[in-house]
């Protein structure tokens, strides 16, 4: 039996610490005097050496490491032997297993193979065919005879290139390295979305208004532009009418004119409100005029069977708490109603205006329909296009007020919160959308010299000295000028039904 010396000698170190253990555990203990007070020489007498359950410990735990260690060096070093021993058997039979053969004749010697045999096709010999029944009976020679690949009419050679294709590594596609990647799907336009809808041009002939809440420094105004863009390429033939108090750029339409001469673009002059103030009104009064004209068209052409398709009138009402105050400001100075007026025109075109396509625009700062004056039940024919940057937390507030308007979903409304936070955090300087058209988030396309473009160029449109003259008018000329024009086309309109 062999033996294994390093665990043996385990043995007497056991011992050894162990009977340390076990003789410390008997010092005497003895009482010695000590002072304890110096004044009047008051002794005591204290007990030095090892306490009761610190000899117990001793003497248990040194005996059992002496007993312990003993039996461990013997079991590991006899058992080690043994198991030794047992392996040197195991090898001994396998190189046994793995000695060649001696053979006898013109078989060559056989050994085990060391790798994993390679499968290759045995094509078939024509010395093999013409054997005799007696030859192929003998399987003791042609059974170890190799022999070379021959071309035969059942089983032709394999040419050079069938042996590179074969050589050439199999890859199963379904476990390749690189997965196929899917195209990149174009980014989602929002601003051509809401600009779709907000002129009936969409492919489900959907016709909505659009309230856009935004606020300052939120990037609206070139995104209004963006909308107008899009609309101007979709739709040529469109109308355009606005009204903008802060005197903003819109790809040249402030520099436009009808052909009666009236502004596309009303300017509001805030610090002398009342020709700006009295000119909206009066764009409001031709937009309902224009309703009813194409109401009685669309009459009569249901009547006749004609097609109706007019050509879509959009009304821009920017910055509408800011026309409201100038319409109420007027009414404290001047004493007319132009606030009421403002809201009872812009709330009638809102319930009557989609059927003719005269679509409002209304841009102003809350997504709530009855903050502007109108009736709530208005609200359904309004689409809801937010706009907000990351770095105002207040626009950031409106666009979460919009989702919260636009969808009682709670579980969509959690999903549009993460990604309206994902996205502002992001780019916090890029305006991100949200249309309620779809219930989709996303970044406003890079409009940032939009408000440079020119995209509306006319030769006979006013220059900046008829639009000095025409807001130099009093409310009460232009007034007169422009019921004389609604006189001369009511009586235009008179014919025609007459005719």
């Known amino acids: 039996m062999s033996l294994n010396l390093k665990w043996l000698a385990l043995a007497p170190v056991s011992w050894l610490i162990g009977g340390t253990m076990f003789a410390a555990s008997f010092e005497r203990v003895e009482r010695v005097p000590v002072l304890v007070n110096a004044y009047n020489n008051q002794t005591q007498e204290v007990s030095f050496g090892v306490p009761t359950t610190a000899r117990i410990i001793l003497q248990f735990g040194g005996g059992a490491i002496a007993i312990g260690g003993t039996a461990a060096a013997a079991f590991f070093g006899v058992g080690s032997g043994s198991d030794s021993k047992r392996n040197a058997g195991s090898q001994t039979q396998h190189e046994r297993l793995t000695r060649p053969i001696p053979v006898t004749g013109n078989q060559p010697a056989r050994t085990m193979p060391t790798t994993a045999p390679q499968v290759q096709p045995k094509p078939s010999s024509p010395s093999h065919e013409a054997l005799n029944e007696s030859q192929d009976s003998a399987l003791g020679s042609d059974l170890w005879r190799s022999h070379e690949p021959t ?136 937009a309902m005029s224009e309703q009813t004209q194409r109401k009685k068209a669309r009459q009569r052409a249901m009547q006749t069977g004609q097609n109706y398709d007019p050509s879509p009138y959009i009304v821009i009402l920017d910055e509408w708490p800011a026309i409201i105050k100038a319409a109420k400001d007027c009414d404290l100075t001047s004493g007319t109603k132009h606030r009421s007026t403002i809201v009872q025109l812009a709330e009638t075109l809102a319930f009557i205006g989609l059927e003719d396509k005269i679509f409002l625009w209304i841009v102003s700062q809350s997504p709530y329909v009855s903050q502007l004056g ?96 025409l807001r130099s008018l009093s409310p009460q000329a232009i007034a007169l000028e422009f019921n004389e024009f609604l006189e001369q086309k009511r009586s235009d309109d008179t014919e025609d039904d007459q005719l």
């Open 151 to 286: 071309e035969s009419p059942n089983h032709p050679a394999p040419t050079d290139k069938v042996k590179s294709s074969l050589s050439e590594p199999i890859v199963l596609s379904g476990y390749a390295n690189k997965m196929p990647t899917q195209p990149e799907q174009p980014e989602l336009n929002l601003v051509q979305q809401a600009a779709v809808f907000g002129c009936g041009q969409n492919s489900d002939s959907i016709k909505v208004h659009l309230l856009i809440p935004a606020i300052t420094q939120s990037g609206k105004t070139s995104t209004l532009c963006g909308m107008i863009r899009e609309v101007s390429q979709i739709c040529p033939d469109v109308i355009w009418n606005g009204v903008d108090p802060k005197g903003s750029v819109f790809l040249g339409l402030e520099r436009l004119c009808h052909s009666d001469g009236f502004p596309v673009i009303v300017s509001i002059d805030l610090d002398k409100p009342n020709v700006g103030v009295s000119m909206c009104v009066e764009l409001l009064r031709r």
């Open 374 to 469: 109108f009736d709530g039940s208005v609200s359904a024919q309004f689409c809801t296009f937010a706009i907000g940057r990351g770095f105002n937390m207040k626009s950031i507030e409106i666009c979460k007020k919009a989702i919260e308007r636009s969808t009682s979903d709670e579980a969509q409304k959690v999903q549009l919160f993460g990604k309206l936070k994902k996205l502002s955090e992001a780019r916090p300087y890029h305006p991100v959308c949200f249309s309620s058209a779809g219930g989709q988030i996303a970044y406003a396309p890079d409009l940032k010299d939009i408000q440079r473009q020119q995209l509306f160029r006319a030769e006979d449109s006013m220059d900046d000295e008829d639009i000095a003259h």
